[in-house]
């Protein structure tokens, strides 16, 4: 299974890395997507890194703000967000599909991915 980190309270205009780790298994190695979910919305998309470094951005409102990279020594893919702001206020989660086949998905959807992290609260407040 997947562990996500690195959440907590940040301020407008900050930076923020979190982070996703399989220690029991080899999952980071496969594409690895991020979600998101605010309060009373639903889990949406945010990034994908392919397992052959592939990046796709899924919201308008993420691009040129998001990167994501990957340490297999470690065991973790990493989400880094700029310019934080309260719209990024949200429960993050990593996921992979162990079956796909490489690259990310034009579009990821929820019910598609098989494996989950627990999630981590980014709260934005000054």
């Known amino acids: 299974h997947l562990v996500e980190s690195g959440g907590g309270l940040v301020q407008p205009g900050g930076s923020l890395k979190l982070a996703c780790t399989a220690p029991?298994?080899?999952?980071?190695?496969?594409?690895i997507v991020w979600f998101r979910q605010a309060p009373g919305k639903e889990r949406e998309g945010v990034m994908c890194?392919?397992?052959?470094?592939?990046?796709?951005v899924y919201p308008d409102d993420a691009k040129g703000r998001v990167s994501m990279s990957r340490d297999t020594t470690k065991k973790t893919v990493f989400l880094e967000m700029n310019r934080i702001d309260r719209m990024d206020t949200a429960i993050y989660y990593c996921?992979?599909?162990?079956?796909w086949g490489p690259g990310c998905p034009a579009l990821p959807y929820v019910n598609e991915m098989n494996s989950w992290g627990q999630g981590t609260q980014v709260t934005v407040s000054s």
């Open positions: 996921a992979t599909n162990t079956q």
């Open positions: 029991e298994s080899s999952l980071v190695r496969y594409d």
């Open positions: 890194l392919s397992r052959y470094d592939q990046v796709v």
